[in-house]
């Protein structure tokens, strides 16, 4: 479901002279697309102008992305001395990415490290995973712990190694345990608001220019299911 993005409900998270995260909403688009609807670069872009009081065109690079209906951090690059430094840390796994995912079904093990190979159907915006290696496959591995038990989900923990298109959605749903909302990987109905239950979490990295190792923490959503999740 789309909705309108502007700097007012912009969620900062972490800001310095070389990076910037936000907490993005269900909804939001990291990046433009043919939709049309204003990406969260151009809102963020918009904020540090407004903030800063910079004539002109504000530099913002983006270094990664999240689903559109997936919530929660996104970090950008705010110089041009920053944007390829952590371009390579992205390519090259040497940034620790956590996401919690509500499930339906109670995983087959309380953990497990998961390895798929995923091969992307771009006409249907949406990747499937094999056992085994197969033609035009992406090797996909993420670890996952069961965190907690809910009346009518359970709440997973995600350590990912690799960063596939959809990768998270693609192998929980092989498992049996499809995401709360995730209509197009198998959920029997959709969220209120159009979004699911897959959170970007935390993000921990060395820092692009300081080298000093930081981690930034994002709230999940206010809802009933995700308060439930964090009560306790």
């Not at 350590?159 to 197009?184: M, N, P, Y």
């Not at 080298?211 to 299911?225: F, G, N, R, T, Y």
Request: hydrophobic share 35%; net charge positive.
């Amino acid at each position: 479901m789309a909705q309108k993005s502007d700097t007012k409900n912009l969620h900062v998270l972490y800001e310095d002279n070389h990076l910037i995260a936000v907490n993005k909403r269900s909804g939001d688009i990291v990046q433009g697309d043919k939709t049309g609807d204003t990406p969260l670069s151009d809102v963020v872009k918009q904020y540090l102008k407004t903030k800063y009081n910079k004539p002109g065109n504000v530099y913002l690079g983006v270094v990664h992305r999240l689903d559109r209906p997936t919530t929660g951090i996104v970090l950008f690059a705010k110089t041009s001395k920053a944007l390829p430094r952590l371009n390579k840390m992205f390519a090259e796994g040497k940034t620790e990415k956590t996401y919690w995912a509500v499930v339906k079904k109670k995983p087959p093990r309380e953990s497990e490290v998961l390895t798929h190979w995923l091969v992307r159907n771009p006409k249907q915006n949406k990747s499937y995973a094999h056992s085994k290696e197969v033609p035009n496959s992406k090797k996909a591995i993420l670890a996952y712990r069961t965190l907690k038990k809910l009346d009518s989900y359970y709440l997973l923990e995600i350590d990912l190694k690799t960063g596939r298109h959809h990768q998270i959605r693609a192998q929980l749903a092989a498992l049996g345990c499809v995401i709360k909302g995730d209509l197009k990987y198998g959920a029997d109905r959709s969220n209120k608001n159009g979004g699911i239950h897959l959170h970007a979490g935390s993000l921990e990295l060395e820092h692009p220019v300081k080298k000093e190792k930081i981690q930034i923490l994002a709230p999940p959503p206010k809802d009933s299911v995700w308060d439930a999740c964090i009560s306790g």
